[in-house]
Each structure stands twice: as structure tokens, then as C-alpha cells.
């Protein structure tokens, strides 16, 4: 309950680890979907400060496999262990981090974010969480109220209003199955996405080029000459 508002939040599982790859993890999933369908309102993506890694970045692509692509647009950045900023503001830090897949991924998720102090409590405590519910409830109103939704989550209601909780494995089986299906679906649009963006990047390459030709020519032949230099002076030292 947070200012009269009934608030759910559902703990993932280790779903978005490197590792979950087995089969049980499909069924993890699945009861992911169970327990927040329709659709949650706002995904808490949480890293702690300083400390965004090769496995974190994993993590992040593990949610889009998962939720689809289209998740990041429901994504707040919480950073833990905001008293190691010392005397550096959030924003600051964020701005000026070298970690560029912590900069992806905050550009991802249209700049949204905020930190816990872990050693805050009383008033200190009250404080930051308002903070996080002040950056859910203007996510909220960006996206006009509306949840994160996917074909997954309207076969989960279906479930949900067959009396899911009561069904057996026997009729679990076709959902799960789906479940795997539409996962193996996300896992192929962000690869081809990835193709796609490389081709864009070399057809972008490739007109500077055509329009820039005498340019080019140019530089192409100052590094030759350069690299001629180079190796008659080291031939004659």
C-alpha cells in the first residue's frame, strides 16, 4: 500500500542470469507472466553503483528475451549503495561514467533513475522510496497508464481466468510451450535487430563516402605517404 494505491511488486527469479538457460527456466518464466499479468506498469532494473558489469549487461538483454524489446520503455534504473557517491550527485555520476553500456542502457530507458542509500533508515528511508514511486507514477503518466503487454501476458490472463492456480501439469503444458515459443521468437528479433542496425551503420559509412569521395581520396592517400615516411626513417636508423 502506498498512498492508498494497492502496489504489487513481483521478485523475478533467476531468470535473467547468464546461466538461465535450462529448461526449468522456462517454466520460471512462465510463472512470471502468471503472477504479473496483465502486465506490470514499471520494470526496476537494479545494479549497484560503480558496479555495472558484463553480467549486468547480459541481464539487461536477458529482459528484452524475456518481455520483448519494447520493455525498456517501461524501465526505472535503481542504483544501490548511493553513499559511495561522496560528495558527487547522481546525476553527475550518470553523466559522466565511462561504463558505456551503463550509458546505453540509461538512454534506453529515456534517462529514468534513482538511487538507494543502503545505510538509510527512519525519515532518510521514507524519503528515497517516495523518490522511486515519484519516477513510477510519472512513468505512469508518460505512458498514459498503460502495462507492459505482449501476447504471453493475454494468454496468462486466459489462464488466470480458467482458474490457474488449480490447473494441472496436463494443461500447463500448451502455455509453457508458448511460453518457450514466444521467448525463442524475442531471443530472434533482438538478433536480427542487432543485424539490421550493423547494415544501417555501414550504409550510413558508405554515403558519407559517395558524398565526401575527393575527401576520402585525399586521406586515403596522406596515410600512405605517412606510412612511406614512416618506414624510409626506420629503414635509415
Same mark, same amino acid.
Given at each position: 500500500?502506498?498512498?492508498?494505491?494497492?502496489?504489487?511488486?513481483?521478485?523475478?527469479?533467476?531468470?535473467?542470469?547468464?546461466?538461465?538457460?535450462?529448461?526449468?527456466?522456462?517454466?520460471?518464466?512462465?510463472?512470471?507472466?502468471?503472477?504479473?499479468?496483465?502486465?506490470?506498469?514499471?520494470?526496476?532494473?537494479?545494479?549497484?553503483?560503480?558496479?555495472?558489469?558484463?553480467?549486468?549487461?547480459?541481464?539487461?538483454?536477458?529482459?528484452?528475451?524475456?518481455?520483448?524489446?519494447?520493455?525498456?520503455?517501461?524501465?526505472?534504473?535503481?542504483?544501490?549503495?548511493?553513499?559511495?557517491?561522496?560528495?558527487?550527485?547522481?546525476?553527475?555520476?550518470?553523466?559522466?561514467?565511462?561504463?558505456?553500456?551503463?550509458?546505453?542502457? +540509461?538512454? /534506453?530507458?529515456?534517462? @529514468?533513475?534513482?538511487?538507494?542509500?543502503? =545505510?538509510?533508515?527512519? %525519515?532518510? *528511508?521514507?524519503?528515497?522510496?517516495?523518490?522511486?514511486?515519484?519516477?513510477?507514477?510519472?512513468?505512469?503518466?508518460?505512458?498514459?497508464?498503460?502495462?507492459?503487454?505482449?501476447?504471453?501476458?493475454?494468454?496468462?490472463?486466459?489462464?488466470?481466468?480458467?482458474?490457474?492456480?488449480? +490447473?494441472? /501439469?496436463?494443461?500447463? @503444458?500448451?502455455?509453457?510451450?508458448?511460453? =518457450?515459443?514466444?521467448? %525463442?521468437? *524475442?531471443?530472434?528479433?533482438?538478433?536480427?535487430?542487432?543485424?539490421?542496425?550493423?547494415?544501417?551503420?555501414?550504409?550510413?559509412?558508405?554515403?558519407?563516402?559517395?558524398?565526401?569521395?575527393?575527401?576520402?581520396?585525399?586521406?586515403?592517400?596522406?596515410?600512405?605517404?605517412?606510412?612511406?615516411?614512416?618506414?624510409?626513417?626506420?629503414?635509415?636508423?
Amino acid at each position: 500500500m502506498w498512498n492508498g494505491r494497492n502496489i504489487l511488486v513481483v521478485d523475478t527469479p533467476s531468470i535473467f542470469e547468464a546461466k538461465a538457460q535450462h529448461q526449468e527456466v522456462y517454466r520460471d518464466i512462465g510463472d512470471c507472466y502468471l503472477l504479473s499479468a496483465p502486465g506490470p506498469h514499471v520494470l526496476l532494473l537494479v545494479t549497484q553503483l560503480g558496479r555495472f558489469t558484463a553480467q549486468d549487461t547480459v541481464a539487461v538483454r536477458r529482459v528484452k528475451e524475456v518481455f520483448g524489446a519494447g520493455a525498456m520503455r517501461h524501465t526505472i534504473v535503481l542504483f544501490t549503495h548511493k553513499e559511495d557517491l561522496g560528495g558527487e550527485s547522481l546525476d553527475g555520476y550518470v553523466a559522466n561514467t565511462d561504463n558505456l553500456s551503463l550509458r546505453s542502457l +540509461v538512454r /534506453e530507458c529515456g534517462r @529514468r533513475y534513482c538511487a538507494f542509500n543502503n =545505510r538509510a533508515c527512519g %525519515e532518510a *528511508q521514507r524519503q528515497q522510496v517516495a523518490e522511486l514511486m515519484a519516477a513510477v507514477e510519472s512513468l505512469q503518466r508518460e505512458l498514459e497508464g498503460a502495462c507492459l503487454g505482449n501476447e504471453l501476458f493475454s494468454e496468462a490472463q486466459l489462464l488466470l481466468r480458467g482458474g490457474g492456480a488449480g +490447473v494441472g /501439469e496436463e494443461d500447463l @503444458r500448451p502455455y509453457l510451450a508458448k511460453v =518457450r515459443r514466444q521467448v %525463442e521468437k *524475442q531471443k530472434r528479433d533482438l538478433r536480427e535487430a542487432g543485424r539490421c542496425w550493423v547494415v544501417r551503420v555501414l550504409c550510413r559509412v558508405r554515403n558519407w563516402v559517395a558524398l565526401h569521395y575527393d575527401l576520402c581520396v585525399c586521406l586515403v592517400w596522406c596515410s600512405f605517404l605517412f606510412l612511406l615516411i614512416l618506414v624510409i626513417i626506420w629503414y635509415h636508423l
